[in-house]
């Protein structure tokens, strides 16, 4: 098995992590294999903000928990608490991938998230792609993290992908065999 194919088959969600801040390095690396994604017609439809600092995300992680705790998903807000009670799972990286509205291309932002995961593992990080930063991002203080985060005008949150040292390696899903189908 060749080096990319180990690093997907290996590659798992980390849902904890030690708080570390990767080196400086890592993240350039990272940060330009998410602009290195392919895109429809070349349209490289998004932006990468890496926050790099875990101040940032530890306010987006209270804030999001407490937009869940007063009036958003109370199913999805015992399970952060049964999962330690920190949303972003104590990660101290967070790369925001950002999109146009006007230009929706799911499918190009879900490729600049694998390609971050997949380097983040590459490079002995654990990462975990979520949405869930979209919680505070839409909560009643929004726009506030919006501007602090420095979103450019014309682009909104699309996705991220959290990254740091795992607190312990995880393993990765069993893969369903049964899911691939061949036609000859």
């Known amino acids: ?3 990319t194919l180990r690093v997907i088959a290996g590659r798992y969600s980390c849902r904890n992590y030690d708080g570390r801040m ?4 890592k993240l350039e690396a990272i940060a330009l294999a998410a602009v290195q994604s392919p895109s429809g017609m070349n ?3 998004w932006r990468i903000i890496v926050v790099n600092n875990k101040a940032p995300v530890d306010e987006l992680d209270a804030e999001g928990m407490d937009v869940l705790k007063n009036g958003g998903d ?3 807000y015992d399970l952060i608490l049964k999962r330690g009670g ?3 799972y104590n990660a101290p990286c967070m790369f925001l991938i950002l999109k146009q509205p006007e230009n929706n291309r799911e499918t190009d932002i879900g490729i600049v998230s694998e390609n971050i995961a997949l380097a983040a593992a590459s490079l002995g990080l654990g990462s975990v792609i979520a949405a869930s930063p979209s919680i505070p991002l839409k909560g ?4 506030r993290f919006r501007q602090k985060l420095k979103f450019p005008d014309g682009f909104e949150f699309g ?3 959290l990254a740091g040292y795992a607190v312990k390696e995880g393993k990765p899903h069993q893969p369903d ?3 691939i189908q061949f036609i000859e």
């Open 1 to 3: 098995m060749n080096e």
């Open 22 to 25: 990767p080196e400086r390095e």
């Open 43 to 45: 349209r490289q439809p």
């Open 74 to 76: 109370s199913a999805y």
């Open 86 to 88: 920190k949303l972003f």
């Open 140 to 143: 009643p203080n929004g726009e």
């Open 159 to 161: 996705l991220s992908v």
């Open 177 to 179: 065999l049964s899911k």
